[in-house]
């Protein structure tokens, strides 16, 4: 063992012998916004051996207030989050296996992407993948830490399979939408990230290490300096569709969306029906009269009218310009296809 870890090695709860399980553990980051950009340096750092992280968006100059991985640079080329994190990490942290996968997590994906993790760490920002998560984590009987954030306001909590209650217990079904408060309708504030991410983090590498972690909600306004945690052992409900009946109705695509509409932005993602691979040459001959086109080898840019379009290679792209579900189906449609 090299010095580097030698701070967390004196740390006794950690040791050598708790450094060497971090060394074996494979963790996947679902989301590389803020909390998964945060998450997903602390863990570098801490020399967990492999690191995937999982992202379908790409780094635009209002996300570098907080996002603690991506550079003016980034957002200049627009890379997708999962390759610029990748690559500020990799020169952070040459000893991590590491994985940049640009892809949305679906029903379809999740068990292919996800099975070869210990645990998931949740950097999504919204509550259908959370579901999708929390069924494939059930089933698998993996742990999975939930964080999240808004405004000054911010929750985590560490599901662990059988110890403890699981997201579906907590809440039957995801929150309509418009029903709650987004970065969109409230901002953020970075300091919750930081917060939420190193709870996260902590409990991570508590149950990496072979600790249980704490089976409370923590919910903290960094603002107001409100600290409150909740007990959840409790809550675990036999009810429960999902831990209780092993009904996992999300991870079936009971509950897909094709449609999304993306968190802090006027701006809806559209996914194609059927999975796909778009040859970017043809489409720019296609789009080039009407539209200005411009690619690289891992997405389009369309501009056209009012609407800037973003293209990946699967088919999936994300509309810029509106929030209205119908105007954003027409314009993949018009443009890409249907
Ligand atoms: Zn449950």
Redesign the pocket.
Known sequence: MTNRYSRQILFSEIGEVGQEKIRASKVVVIGCGALGTVSAEILGRAGVGQLKLIDRDFVEESNLQRQSLFSEEDAKKGLPKAVAAEKALRAINSDVELQGVIQDITWENIERLCRDGHIIVDGTDNFETRFLI?DFC?KRGMPWIYGACVGSYGVAFAFQPKLT??????FEQPPEIGTTETCDTAGILAPIVHIVAAYQVTQAIKILVGEAARAEILQVDVWTGTWRTIAARSA??EQ?????QHQFRFLEGEEKARLTRLCGRNAVQVSPQHSTQLDFQQLRKRLEKSAQVDFNEYMMRIQVDRYEIALFTDGRSIISGTDDFSEARAVYAKYIGS
């Open positions: 929390n059930v209650a699981c997201l579906q217990c907590l675990r409900s429960c569709l999902c831990c209780g």
